[in-house]
């Protein structure tokens, strides 16, 4: 299979574009899918071209590929779209709904979580509902409070919901046309300081299955659980550490929601020591629950307490200095992982 570098962008767009070119019926909806139709942009005005292609131009040349038959900009109103979705879903579609920013979740939370989650147990599983919301994630792109969440600890805590947060971009490809051809709700957290981030992807369309993690790195002292951006700085902070003799191995579990949990367990056995990295929340987060299912099933294996690096309970703010100071850090979890082997 002939590979390629990619960033993180060209790589979901390649997965959206090679997808719709398989299946008519996989459709996008969302705000600016197409950029825009108005502005200051002359090109713009005979409306036969796009121009940005969402927020950070992950979507760009879509609308000029399949029409505005299979790419619908819609109006500022993300209750309408997920609805949208979800009712095209069910009716033989398979839509990737985008919502931009995941902290927009609120004003269309009813849909996913009320409506689309519980479909299949609803109607005695005679419905399906293959569709995927797409939305962007994480903080250090100064974007400020309402546009730096990453909420997808609130989205697995649904029945019937599956949760996505790829870490790179071969991940992200082959996750994304896994999700697609999903007969469920998927959520596609896409991390946006990743967009920019680069790797060999294969050219051709590719799955990889949900419920399998990816050892990043492997190691016998501590085991470092991380998930999407976060993974980069767990990678980070386990060089530094090989080269002062401590071995650490990086589990990115890839998706939230299935969890691998015999992969993550299967590591917790052999090193005996855990550091859970996550950007989710301080309270009530993805950390803390996988820090509860270590303790209730791999608690004999355990050497020392299980550490937790999250952000502090406060929303993300706007200065840049402030900001990384918020984010876990690559010296934090260092400081994680001396402090679970006491050196």
């Known amino acids: ?46 409306k036969k071209i796009e121009a940005f292609g969402g927020v950070l131009g992950v979507t760009k040349g879509l609308w000029t590929e399949f029409g505005s038959d299979r790419v619908i900009d819609t109006p500022i109103t993300e209750s309408a779209i997920i609805g949208m979705a979800a009712g095209a879903a069910l009716t033989g579609l398979r839509p990737v709904a985008e919502l ?43 974007a400020a409070a309402q546009h730096s969440l990453s909420p997808y600890n609130v989205f697995a805590a649904v029945p019937g919901l599956k949760v996505v947060a790829p870490s790179n971009a071969y991940d992200a490809k082959g996750l994304l ?12 957290c896409e991390h946006k300081t990743l967009y920019d981030q680069k790797a060999e992807v294969p050219d051709e369309a590719y799955t990889l299955p949900f419920g399998v993690a990816n050892y990043t790195r492997e190691g016998d002292d501590v085991t470092v659980i991380a998930l999407s951006a976060m993974v980069n700085r767990a990678n980070e902070a386990a060089d530094k550490l090989a080269a002062e003799g401590i071995s650490v191995e990086v589990v990115d579990p890839r998706t939230v929601s299935p969890l691998d949990e015999e992969g993550v367990l299967e590591s917790v056995a052999s090193t005996g020591r855990v ?51 918020w984010l876990p850090s690559a010296a934090r979890i260092e400081a994680a992982v001396r402090k679970t082997l006491a050196v």
């Open 1 to 46: 299979m002939a590979t390629s570098k990619k960033t993180y962008r060209e790589a979901i767009k390649d997965a959206l574009a090679q997808e719709m070119a398989r299946d008519a019926t996989v459709v996008q909806i969302g705000e600016d899918l197409r950029g825009g139709q108005a502005g200051t942009n002359p090109d713009l005005e005979t």
């Open 177 to 188: 046309i896994q999700a697609i051809r999903d007969d469920d709700p998927v959520v596609f």
């Open 100 to 142: 931009m920013f995941m902290d927009f979740f609120g004003v269309c939370y009813d849909a996913l979580y009320n409506q689309a989650a519980k479909f299949r147990y609803m109607f005695g599983g005679k419905a399906r509902t293959p569709m995927v919301v797409r939305g962007m994630i994480g903080a250090g792109f100064s």
């Open 275 to 325: 550091v859970i990295v996550d950007e989710s929340a301080a309270r009530c987060g993805f950390g803390h629950d996988l820090a509860a299912l270590i303790s209730t099933k791999a608690f004999g294996s355990l050497r020392a307490p299980i550490e937790l690096v999250t952000p502090p309970h406060t929303p993300v703010p706007f200065s840049p200095a402030l900001e990384q100071a």
